[in-house]
Every structure is written in structure tokens, then in C-alpha cells.
Nanobody, 120 residues
Framework: QVQLVESGGGLVQPGGSLRLSCAASGSMFSINDMGWYRQAPGKQRELAATITRGGSTNYADSVKGRFTISRDNAKNTAYLQMSDLKPEDTGVYYC??????????????WGQGTQVAVSE
């Protein structure tokens, strides 16, 4: 079973920075895409950023230029560096991974979610 463990959330003032981590563990052949979705209070979950195994990235318009996603394939870990944070970035951030299990089965585990709060 593949599991994802997130870390790095917290409370920060507007303009501040946070770095999220998402580490995958368990028995798998490889991981394709990794990324984060976020869910603000009272709103639907939305895509924040994704990264392919080869390093190609995709960002929501609302975070472009402020967030940077990266990954370490050797560690099966993705990172989301968030800078110039705004109150509207507040929410729970969920990482996911597109895993390929031994035998070729595709499986998409999700992290437990980490709270990001941007406030004075």
C-alpha cells in the first residue's frame, strides 16, 4: 500500500512563506505526477500545482509566480514552496501521487492534508 505523508503547514502572516513536503512510501514501481490540491473553507477543492516525473510543472493562475513545486524522485518526495502568501491561500492542502504499482496497476493515494493559514 502506498501512503503519502505531508508536513510543513502552519500559520503565517501575509507576505510570508511556507514549504510543504509530501513523502510517498510503500511498495510501488514508480510515481508519475505529484501535486497539491487545496480547499478553502466553504469552497470546492481546487488544483494548486502539479509536477511530472520529468519535472514539467503546472500551476493554477492564482499561484503562478508565487508557488514553486519541485520533487526528488530518489526520495519519492515533492515540495511546494509558497511565497508572498495571501489570505486567500488559506485552506487545507492535500498532496497526491500518481503511483504505478508492481504489476502495472495505477493507484492515486492522497495525503492527510495540512492546514495553511495566512492571517495577521
Amino acid at each position: 500500500q502506498v501512503q503519502l505523508v505531508e508536513s510543513g503547514g502552519g500559520l503565517v502572516q501575509p507576505g510570508g512563506s511556507l514549504r510543504l513536503s509530501c513523502a510517498a512510501s510503500g511498495s510501488m514501481f514508480s510515481i508519475n505526477d505529484m501535486g497539491w490540491y487545496r480547499q478553502a473553507p466553504g469552497k470546492q477543492r481546487e488544483l494548486a500545482a502539479t509536477i511530472t516525473r520529468g519535472g514539467s510543472t503546472n500551476y493554477a493562475d492564482s499561484v503562478k509566480g508565487r508557488f514553486t513545486i519541485s520533487r526528488d524522485n530518489a526520495k519519492n518526495t515533492a515540495y511546494l514552496q509558497m511565497s508572498d502568501l495571501k489570505p486567500e491561500d488559506t485552506g487545507v492542502y492535500y498532496c497526491y501521487a500518481g503511483a504505478i504499482l508492481h504489476g502495472g496497476t495505477f493507484y492515486t493515494p492522497w495525503g492527510q492534508g495540512t492546514q495553511v493559514a495566512v492571517s495577521e
